[in-house]
């Protein structure tokens, strides 16, 4: 099983949707989890990092559930520019490297 | 500049040949990695190191050798390329929670 899952899509939307989707993982011990931001096989960028709490930025919304270990991102009022593949990364306590699900392909359309 | 560079940014190379892929960072981060990113498999960690002299496996180390004899280098040397070795190739640094990332490697062997 992979360490980190997610939904590779692709989730075609209109301009101005609202697009969600999830990430699990199967580390018990992750500490820190992010979503990172790949446009066209560039390097990926921190979109946001993820709190227990959940957190926002923006339009965009982050919650982390630890009991069912799952991360969503969550995508308002979606932009023509927020089309890219959407990663999510975990880091163990017990370890320092990034661990990377495969990503989820978003395409906002006009 | 600051920041984290990648060379070359392209690459052929003939089946049997060793390459090297350099990575240079100015932060002077502690941590270090190597990943390769193909198509249906997002990012896979093939090295990675947590200082000058320290080194680890990632999930697809077979055919790969690191060193990191200062800081800031962590070059990735393909001993004898395979075309299977066909790939976009990240290197990223971290010292606390966000990692940045190169701008990649384009290599393909022929």
């Known amino acids: 099983r992979k360490e980190v899952e997610q939904d590779p899509g692709p989730f075609n939307v209109p301009e101005g949707a609202t697009v969600a989707f999830n990430c699990t993982y199967s580390?018990?011990?992750?500490?820190?989890f992010f979503w990172y931001r790949q446009d066209c096989r560039k390097e990926p960028k921190l979109l946001m990092s993820?709190?227990?709490s959940g957190n926002e930025d923006g339009r965009f919304t982050a919650q982390l559930n630890r009991a069912s270990q799952y991360i969503s991102l969550l995508i308002r009022d979606s932009k023509l520019s927020d089309s890219a593949t959407y990663l999510c990364?975990?880091?163990?306590?017990?370890?320092?490297?990034?661990?990377f699900g495969a990503g989820t392909t978003v395409t906002v359309r006009a | 500049d600051a920041g984290i560079t990648q060379s070359p940014r392209y690459k052929i190379t003939e089946t049997g040949r060793q390459v090297t892929l350099m990575c240079h960072q100015t932060?002077?981060?502690?941590?270090m990695f190597w990943y390769r990113q193909d198509l249906g498999h997002g990012l896979r960690l093939i090295y990675y190191?947590?200082?000058?002299?320290?080194?680890d496996k990632g999930e697809v180390p077979d055919g790969y050798v690191v060193s990191r004899s200062k800081t800031e280098n962590f070059p990735l040397t393909l001993e004898s390329a395979t075309r299977s070795q066909t790939s976009v190739y990240f290197c990223?640094?971290?010292?606390?929670?966000?990692?940045?990332f190169g701008q990649g490697t384009r290599l393909t062997v022929v």
């Open positions: 190191s947590a200082a000058a002299d320290i080194t």
């Open positions: 932060w002077s981060h502690s941590y």
């Open positions: 990364v975990v880091i163990s306590f017990n370890d320092y490297k990034l661990s």
């Open positions: 580390n018990s011990a992750s500490q820190s």
């Open positions: 990223a640094s971290r010292q606390n929670t966000e990692a940045f």
């Open positions: 993820v709190y227990s």
